[in-house]
Structures are given as C-alpha cells and as structure tokens.
C-alpha cells in the first residue's frame, strides 16, 4: 500500500480543513456547497477506509512533526483501531449522506449550512481519537468531539433538543473533566503522555495514584460511551437529536469512546502492574448497563428513544465481552461493535425517514408504512432481527463469541444473561415490527412521500445477511482473534510502536 | 467452522419423516380452516420455512447449527401464532429465548470443553445448562407453564404443529445430550409430567387445553423413556415421537374442525359432533384409540416398547400406568362432550373446507397405519430387535386401563373443572418472566428522572465509588 501510515493522517486533516473551506464556499458559491459537501464526504470516507486498510496488516505508526516518542505526538494505528476506522469510514458516510443528499438547486438550506462544518470536525476529531498516541492528545480530540456533538445535538433548536444538548454538555463536561484528571495523574507520576512509553513505565507510578487515574478514567470515558450509571444523557441526546446527527452518534462515537476505554485500560492499567482488576469491574457494569437498558427501552412510545437505550444495552454487551478478559472476548466485542454500529446507524436512518411521513415519533404511528415501503421495511425488519439477536443474521455472532468468551472464564451466569437480552430485546422490537406491517384502516389518510435516502437504507439493511455468512468466513474470525491478542497483551504494543521509533 | 453441517442416521430419519408428513398435512388442513386469504398465504409461507428450519434442525451435527434451526423454527412458529393471537405469540417468543438463553450457554461451554458434536453427550457439569434450555422447549415441570396457554390459544394447525414437532425438538436435544446412563432427575420429571399432564387434562374445560396437557403427559413418556439411557429407551422414544406426533396433529386438527363447527373451544358449548361430523367422529375415534395404546393402535406399539425401556424402573412404569388411566379418562371427556350427548347449534361450514380439514387428518391416519399394523418396523429401523408387542398380559392391561378409564369418567362426570382455579395458579407459578421484566422495566425507568443534578451526583459518586474500589 502506497505511503501506508500517512493515511490517518489525512484521515483527519482532510475533513478538518474540508470543514472550514465549506463555509468559507458556502459564501462565495451557495449553489455548488452540496456538491462539495459530498465529495468531501467521499474523500473522507476514502481516507479513513485507507487507513483502516493500511491498519489491519501490521502497525502504522507516524511521527508528526519528526518529533520523538517522549516529546512529540504519535499517530498510531494497529488492527484493532482499524475495525473502529471501518465503522467511522461508513458510519460517517452514511450519516453525511442521509442530512446532505438531498440538497436542492438552490443550494443547502440555512439548518444544514450550519451543521455541515460540524460534521466534518466531529469526523475528523473521531479519525484523530482511533489514531492518537498520546494521552493528551486523545483528551484534546474528546474536546473537539464534544464540542462538535453538543452543538449539533442541539442544532434543530426544539425545546427538546436545546435541554438534551445542555444535559450532554454538563455531563460530558463533567466526564471531560474526570479524564483530565486522569491524565494528568499518570503525567504527574510517570512523566511521560506517549501511550507506549507510559504503558512501560507504569509500573513505577504509586499504586494509589493509579487507582485515582483508573477510576476517574474509566469514569471519563464510560460518560462519553454510555456506561451506565454514566448514561444519563444519552437518551435524551440521541434521541432528540435530527436523523444524521443520531445516526452518527449512536453509531460512531459511542463506538469511539469504547476504543479508547480499550487502549486505555489495556495498556496503562494492566492487571499484573496494577495490582486491581479492570476487566471484572468492567463486567460488572456491563451487566448493569445490559439490563438498564433493555428494561428501560420497553414501554418506549418514541421509536428514537427506544433506539437511544437500546444503544446502552449494546454497549453493555461491548463491556462484557472486555470484561473476559481474552482475546476471543475482545474479539466478540469488536465484532459485536461493527455490526451494532451498521444496525444502529440504518435504524436511526429508517426512524427518521418514517417519523417524517408520518409526521411523528410515536411508532405507534408508523401504522401499515411497512406495507406502502415494502424493501425498506423488510430491510428494517432485517435490521432489527439483526439487533435482536436473532441467528443466523449478523448481530448474533458477536453475541455468540462473547457467551464463547464468557463460558471459557466458567462464567455461566453473564453467559446466560448476554443471551436473556436477546429475549428482552424481543419485548420492545416487535410490538413496533408489527405495527409497521398491519394493514392501514380505511379512516387513516395514506402518507404520501417518498422514504428519505431509501437506497441507502435498502443497502444498509443489507448487511445482517452479509454478516451472517461470518460463519462461513474463517479468516474474518482469525483476524478479530489477532487484534483482542493485540489488546490482551500490551507488550505487543508497546514493541510496536518503539520499535519502529529506532531510525 | 469446516465441519460439515449434517449428518444422516437412523434415528434421525423418522423425525424428518414426521416433520414432512405433519407440515404436508397442515399445508392441506389450513387451506381449509383458515377464513382470510391472507392468513391462508401468511401460513403457507412460514410453513415452508418451519419445514425447511425443522429438518435443517434434525439433521445437524454439531449443536451450534441445531440451535440456529431451532431458533429459526421458533421464529417461524412465533409468526403463524400471531397470524391469531398476537399477544400470545410474543409470550410464546420470550419463554423460548429465554429457555435458549440457557441452552446457548451449555452450548458454548460444550464447544469449550470439546463436545460441539450432538453424536458424543455433553460433559456433566454443563448437563443442568441443557437440561434447563432444552427443558422450557419440552415443558419439564416448572417450565411447563407457557404450554397450556399457548397450545391452548393457536390456531388449531399452528397447535398441531407445536404439540406435534416443536417440542420434540427438545426432547431430540436430551437424547443428545444425555450420556447412555439412567438419569435419576430426568426419569422423575417425566413420571410426574405424565401423571400432572394426565390429570390435569381431565379437568379441563376447553378441548385445546385438554389436548395441551395430554401432549405434556405424553412429553412425560418420552421423557422417561429417554432418561433411561438404553438403546431400547432411545428407540422408544423416538418411537412414540413419532406416533405421539402424528396423532396429536389429529387430534388437534379435530378440535379446530369442531372450533370452526360450533363456534366455541369450550366443552359447555359442543355437543352432538358425530352426527354433525361423522367423518371428523370417526377420525377422532381412531386416534383416541391409538393414544389411548388400544391393541392394533400404533399407540399400544409405542407405549409397549416405552415399557419395555423402564422395564427395570417400576416406580416410573406404576407411574405411567397411572397416567394411561388419566389419559382414558380425558379422551372419553373428549368423546363423550364433543360428539356425544346433546346437539347444540353448528355453524354451516363450507363442504369444501370441511373436506379440506378432514383430508390433512386423513393424510396423517396414512401415516400412521403402518406403523400400527407393523409394530416392529420402526424398532428395527432404529436399532433395537426381537420385541414381542401382543402378548395377552399387556393387551389385557391396555384394556384394562381404558375401562378402568371409561368408569372414573363415568363417575365424575357432574363435575368437570373440579379445582381448577387452585391448579392452574400452581402451574402459571412459573410464568413470573413477564412480570419480573415489567416491574424491573418501571424501576428502572423511574431512575431516569429527568433532573441533571441527580445524574451529576451519580456521576460523580460512581467515579469516587470507582476510586475507591480500585485502591483497596
């Protein structure tokens, strides 16, 4: 692959840039601004892709600036960020297509004028999280991204979506807070922000202080992420937030968050240097975070607020497959996160198409909209089987691997409650299927319109029967096993990286 | 990964066999039962997929695919129940994941511990896994409790279906499972399922609900006969798989003859059918007699080999002797309330529906006649040589528990939901996973309360808690 660690680089400063020269466009050139916002949305996408490509064979590191490991800033990225540079690639591009596509001759209207710079920064800032190597570093892309994501949660301006942006910038701030803190723990006791020359030296840090650090880490990262008790926001935020704003979040960044608690956890608070174990208290609220949000996703009349704690409880999945602490369990995890990732982001893409035609949130008024848009309610029907968890359909694998991991450490119990979500998940989804596909009665006027993006939703919907040939695919499987064997042993890591710094 | 998916052996033939002609006899009956066409097509459609899930599920070879079919299965038969009764389905849905939330944990504990194959038996220590996962699909007792309400409340070709298939696939999932050895615990369950589902079965109101407790009953026999761990106790069981399978689909499809004849499931509004019905008369008789075990019937085949299996276990045998005379007793109920006694009002069904539904029931009798009339075709065919069916001693004990059967009837007659409301909370006792997921669902939601400074404070406090929890 040509120039193989300059993707990620490009990965982020495309879209940064691609951000301010839009606005700048916008100006001198109304008409043309959608064509460039979608272009740029394709070079993103096929920056980030690149980079995932190059990051899945072997290790990228690169030096910016020239600038040595203890001095300067590191992109690296290995494959396991190149799974999560997968899901930003096509996350980020279904969701810049879903609030873009549509832009008429006259140019964007005045709402997508304003967010379509804060796509591309949140993008960008997600590209530069899955590829820092430097603690600090990741703190500064959290801001960004925060920044990005509370501004555009609140961006269509309801009542409803002004109070959920604040509540996420409260407790996102709180949360960006408590990594602060963290960080500047292991800086104060090991003198050093650079991920792997810190993971070396951590063993010399004060094992109080470390305790500190994990805790408020771990604190920090499962706000952004949607660990519960840390969640409270994300109802709120993702469900009052417009259609590619949700798609984005609950798909992306949620995922980018967990990236980070991965790298963290695994290579500053390894168990035998550490002295406590991350892995079983990760387990524990994983387990928490599955049953809040199945239970609380139930009697659900808002089908985005359904979706919203539905993501809590995916997450928790994610939790408990690290909390096994193996490399099958990572595995899981990881393939748990893509195919949750492609399911939440077409759902909330269909959510949002039907809410509009029929003119509300409620599911309850989606009545016979499967029957009027059959391919896209076969590919919603698709799609939510596929969360359910139902086999053979892609969403069950990674819950399989994860019971695979779970029954390997003899923990039959989270075992059978990852499974039991599968039957709770059940509660919620199919009262809102059947309502899709019962005949309309003859008093209720017919919708007319056509379904927002539905191309894109059709091919989105297609992918739990693409994953559920993952069976079929040893080599998928071998290579999810290699990039947990990369999180489970920090040292491979840490090889990595400073070796390639010696000239 | 590259193990191959299926394997072909003998006792997993006959299963196919009943899945083929049961779905074949459906696809006939519900043709005629259904009143919408687009229930007509709704069922056809998942019909084929339950077919082809089904037989996928039979001929597995390692458990991971056997619980992929069968959740598919699950679907299918969650879709033709609500094709009726919504609210029914989604219970049907819940109990069954929840069962194989249980049964994929033993699963992958078995591919750990290396015994993915169904051909080699489970290691021990997971066998409780299994037992409680496949256990919600055969209605052991304690997990029986969905069965009544749900194969009581489908449609009459769908309940066919359920008592004829679906819960076998549990029991197919125990002789798997099983090592070849007497299981103590699985050998009981099944002596008491019989005996509760016998009894219970007599006292019911509603003709679909007897037959749901009578398909537990027989669930008990199978169950039984699979516990005792013998080649014997496998052939019969599967055995009377087989038989059980075929005449419960007739027995089922007769009920939904007499729902759509009179209007009513209930006992207090049928009467008079065999003048009504003859034809359905007739067929009810023949398959009444065959669960019954009367001499000639395929049942007194099946039921001798099941005895022939616990031949060393006389609680157990004393205790389905018992049940036998539970099962007399609900059939002559049957018989006596639905076709004999007072003619109430039928409905006018259309001759060509009633062909229909008739035909699906004659479709199945074709398969049973064989293996009546050659009682030791199917040992053979599954292993086990040299069993002598007739013999004076048991055609005079099967006689003698229809009698015994006809006379309690006659007897109790006058009071037929004779504690009825006692019994019927001890059975729906289980059924607390519905409840517990509503009121742990409003609990948790009342957390979310909507005030910033409350999920600030346990931000916070969780961040301390955290802290804290790490530096002890």
Known sequence: MIFPNYWMLFSILFPMTAAFILQLLHHFAPSKTGGWILLSCGITSLLTFGAAVSASSGVRVLRLGGWGADLGILLVSDPLSAVFLFISAFGGAAAVWATFSNISKSGPTAEQWRLCGLFFILWASLNGILTTGDLFNLFVFFEILAVAAYVLTGASKTREALEAGLKYLVLGTVGALLILLATSMLYMGGGILNFALLSSVVGGIPRGALAVAAGFMIAGLGLKMGMVPFHFWLPDAHSSASTGVSMLLSGVVVKASFYSLLRVTTLLFPAEQAGFSIPDTLLVLGLLSLFTGHLSAQRQTSIKRMLAWSTVAHMGYLLIGIGCASPLGVAGALLHSFNHAAAKTALFLGAGSFSTLSGSKEWRSFTGLGRRFPREGAAFLLLAASIIGLPPLGGFWGKWMIVLAAMEKGRWMTAVAVELGTALSCVYYVPVLFRLFSPRRSEETVPVGVFHSGMLFFALGMTPLLLALFYFVPSLYEYLIAAGEWVVSPALYRDAVLGSMVP | ?472
């Not at chain 2, 005792?228 to 005449?247: D, E, K, M, P």
Request: aromatic share 14%; net charge positive.
């Open chain 2, 1 to 472: 990964m590259t193990e191959p998916f299926f394997v072909v052996a003998a006792e997993r033939v006959l299963p196919a066999l009943l899945a083929g002609a049961l779905v074949a006899a459906a696809a006939v009956y519900g043709e005629g039962y259904f009143d919408a066409v687009e229930e007509r097509r709704a069922f056809r459609a998942l019909l084929r997929v339950f077919f082809f899930s089904v037989i996928g599920a039979v001929f597995s070879s390692s458990w991971l695919v056997f619980f992929v079919f069968v959740e598919i299965s699950t679907v299918a038969l969650f879709l033709m129940i609500a094709i009726q009764r919504r609210d029914v389905a989604e219970g049907y849905l819940q109990i069954q994941l929840v069962g194989a939330s249980f049964f994929l944990a033993g699963i992958a504990g078995a591919s750990i511990m290396g015994g993915a194959l169904l051909s080699s038996p489970v290691p021990r220590v997971l066998l409780p896994l299994f037992i409680l996962g496949l256990g919600v699909k055969a209605a052991l007792p304690g997990l029986h409790f969905w069965l009544p309400e749900v194969h009581g409340t489908a449609p009459a070709p769908v309940s066919a279906l359920l008592s004829g298939f679906a819960v076998k696939l549990g029991v197919f999932g125990f002789l798997a499972a099983l090592p070849s050895e007497p299981h103590s615990f699985l050998l009981a369950a099944g002596a008491f399922m019989a005996l509760w589902g016998a009894f219970r079965a007599a006292l019911q109101p509603d003709v679909k609900r007897l037959l749901a407790y009578s398909t537990m009953s027989q669930l008990g026999y199978i169950v039984a006969a699979a516990a005792a761990g013998s080649q014997v106790g496998t052939a019969a069981a599967i055995f009377h798989t087989a038989v059980h399978g075929l005449v419960k689909g007739m027995l089922f499809f007769c009920a939904g003859i007499l729902e759509k004849t009179y209007g009513t499931k209930k006992f207090s509004g049928l009467g008079g059918g065999a003048a009504a019905l003859p034809w359905t008369f007739f067929l009810f008789v023949f398959a009444a007699a065959s669960l019954l075990g009367l001499p000639g019937t395929p049942g007194f085949a099946s039921k001798g080999l099941i005895k022939e299996a616990l031949h060393g276990f006389s609680p157990i045998s004393l205790c389905l002797l018992a049940a036998n005379v539970g099962t007399a007793v609900s059939f002559f109920k049957m018989g006596a309330f639905a076709f004999g006694g007072v003619q109430k009002s039928p409905r006018k069904i259309l001759q060509g529906r009633l062909r229909l539904m008739n035909g699906g029931m004659l479709m199945l009798v074709v398969f049973l006649l064989p293996l009546g009339l050659f009682p030791g075709w199917a040992p053979s065919f599954l292993g086990v040589e040299g069993i002598r069916f007739y013999s004076f001693a048991k055609c005079a004990e099967s006689l003698s528990v229809a009698l015994a059967g006809a006379l309690l009837f006659a007897a109790y007659r006058k009071k037929p939901g004779f504690a009825d409301a006692l019994l019927r909370r001890i059975d729906e006792a289980g059924s607390c996973f519905s409840c517990v997921s509503e009121r742990g669902g409003a609990f948790v939601r009342s957390v979310q309360s909507g005030f910033l400074r409350g999920y600030l404070f346990a931000a916070v406090a969780t961040a301390l808690l955290l802290m804290l929890w790490f530096s002890r």
